[in-house]
């Protein structure tokens, strides 16, 4: 309730400014990541209830329309042009864990013209140049700003109803989503000729209880523990893709570093290798794709040969993986659905296209999806195709979600890493 003028005026202010802005939330379709984000939903429209009798929309991408790729946000623009060009001013996007407060939001954004084309957030930039970002900028990386997804970002709406026509006018025609920060701001940096990423103070990465968090608009709220008792580690049985040549580099570190975490893990390669040991499983080794020796694994996991466990961890013999991490994080998901768990990227979403989850950060699988996959007509077409494609196609024929966490990445404070090469 507003008990004086100034309150009166500001909360007049947040009427006005909340009929004019539209929260994205980036959720998933998987039931752990929807539950979280209708929490998120809710104390929202909570907060934005006490102001106002007309909260403003807010919406859950994974449900917006049939599109696979919406998460890629990109080819979801044109749509919610149409939605909301004529009657706001704002769309803000946020990820699952991001925790907003209401009122030093919009004040936040009452500092910029909202008739401009305006792209707002906490912007990140390269140290040096990546792989992951195929070496753009190479020359001077930092020079290139892209969002924090997880301390929210914004589109004022004549950006927004730009962009929508460049994608109506000239479909994407990137192949590959990867990181879909920094490939969004490239979209809207065209080269130079698009606005640059301004930074917003008020967009923070701080947790929500901090105290430096005080000037913060948004926070990052996480559950802690996660979701409750880790999964015990005799429930995951691993599986580490290696080949003879690799024997006497690689899987020692993995012998010398986590090994020891695991109950139930196999090596499989293309020699067997009695002091290892290794598992040969009779595909011969591949340079690139592995498809072959992947489903050869999926077959093993669900056959008498291995103990029954509720979930598999597929992961390469130069990842590096804190599975009691692991461990606390699959306490979040039901083994019973079809879950599929890592970093996710994309494959030709402006068109139609397919996710799938990058097999070098780990691939984690629950029984369920198993047993769905082979009971399909999921296949490789080659030995060598690339087998976490494969299994994306075939998710995507079996309408079966791809789950992304970070908790599967290359991230060093998370639970998965790549061994650096030599």
């Known amino acids: 309730?507003?008990?004086?003028?100034?309150?009166?005026?500001?909360?007049?202010?947040?009427?006005?400014?909340?009929?004019?802005?539209?929260?994205?939330?980036?959720?998933?379709?998987?039931?752990?990541?929807?539950?979280?984000?209708?929490?998120?939903?809710?104390?929202?429209?909570?907060?934005?209830?006490?102001?106002?009798?007309?909260?403003?929309?807010?919406?859950?991408?994974?449900?917006?329309?049939?599109?696979?790729?919406?998460?890629?946000?990109?080819?979801?623009?044109?749509?919610?042009?149409?939605?909301?060009?004529?009657?706001?001013s704002w769309l803000v996007f946020l990820e699952e864990e991001t925790n907003v407060k209401v009122t030093k939001l919009l004040q936040a954004l009452r500092k910029f013209d909202r008739r401009k084309e305006w792209f707002l957030g906490k912007p990140l930039h390269d140290e040096e140049s990546t792989i992951i970002h195929h070496y753009a900028f190479a020359e001077n990386p930092s020079i290139f700003k892209y969002p924090?997804?997880?301390?929210?970002?914004?589109?004022?709406?004549?950006?927004?109803?730009?962009?929508?026509?460049?994608?109506?006018?000239?479909?994407?025609?990137?192949?590959?989503?990867?990181?879909?920060?920094?490939?969004?701001?490239?979209?809207?940096?065209?080269?130079?000729?698009?606005?640059?990423?301004?930074?917003?103070?008020?967009?923070?990465?701080?947790?929500?209880?901090?105290?430096t968090a005080q000037h913060c608009a948004t926070t990052l709220r996480r559950p802690a523990p996660l979701c409750g008792e880790p999964v015990k580690k005799e429930d995951i049985f691993v599986a580490v893709k290696t080949c003879k040549k690799f024997h006497s580099e690689r899987v020692p570190v993995v012998k010398k570093t986590w090994e020891r975490e695991a109950s139930l893990l196999e090596y499989y390669s293309d020699h067997t290798d009695p002091s290892i040991p290794t598992i040969d499983l009779g595909v011969p080794n591949t340079e690139r794709g592995h498809c072959g020796k992947t489903f050869a694994i999926?077959?093993?996991?669900?056959?008498?040969?291995?103990?029954?466990?509720?979930?598999?961890?597929?992961?390469?013999?130069?990842?590096?993986?804190?599975?009691?991490r692991l461990q606390m994080l699959l306490s979040c998901y039901n083994p019973s659905e079809p879950v599929c768990l890592g970093e996710r990227y994309g494959y030709g979403l402006g068109q139609g296209g397919?996710?799938?989850?990058?097999?070098?950060?780990?691939?984690?699988?629950?029984?369920?999806?198993?047993?769905?996959?082979?009971?399909?007509?999921?296949?490789?077409?080659?030995?060598?195709?690339?087998?976490?494609?494969?299994?994306?196609m075939c998710l995507n024929a079996l309408g079966l979600p791809v789950t992304h966490t970070l908790y599967c990445s290359y991230c060093l404070n998370t639970a998965t890493k790549k061994i650096p090469r030599q």
């Open 354 to 392: 397919y996710s799938y989850i990058t097999g070098g950060g780990g691939m984690v699988f629950s029984r369920a999806a198993v047993v769905r996959l082979l009971a399909s007509d999921c296949k490789c077409y080659r030995d060598d195709a690339p087998d976490d494609m494969v299994l994306g």
């Open 148 to 211: 924090d997804f997880s301390a929210a970002w914004a589109l004022s709406i004549p950006l927004l109803d730009r962009l929508a026509n460049k994608v109506r006018d000239d479909p994407l025609k990137s192949d590959f989503t990867i990181d879909l920060k920094h490939e969004v701001a490239l979209y809207i940096w065209e080269n130079g000729h698009g606005p640059r990423l301004t930074a917003v103070p008020e967009l923070c990465t701080e947790p929500e209880h901090s105290p």
């Open 298 to 324: 999926l077959e093993r996991y669900i056959s008498d040969a291995v103990p029954k466990t509720s979930w598999l961890l597929v992961v390469d013999d130069d990842t590096l993986i804190s599975l009691p």
């Open 1 to 88: 309730m507003c008990v004086s003028v100034s309150d009166l005026f500001l909360c007049c202010l947040c009427v006005a400014d909340l009929r004019e802005i539209v929260f994205v939330i980036q959720s998933q379709s998987n039931s752990f990541h929807m539950s979280w984000a209708e929490r998120q939903r809710a104390d929202l429209l909570q907060q934005t209830q006490s102001l106002t009798q007309t909260p403003p929309p807010v919406l859950l991408l994974h449900s917006l329309t049939d599109n696979e790729g919406d998460w890629s946000i990109l080819p979801l623009l044109p749509y919610l042009s149409s939605l909301f060009g004529k009657n706001s």
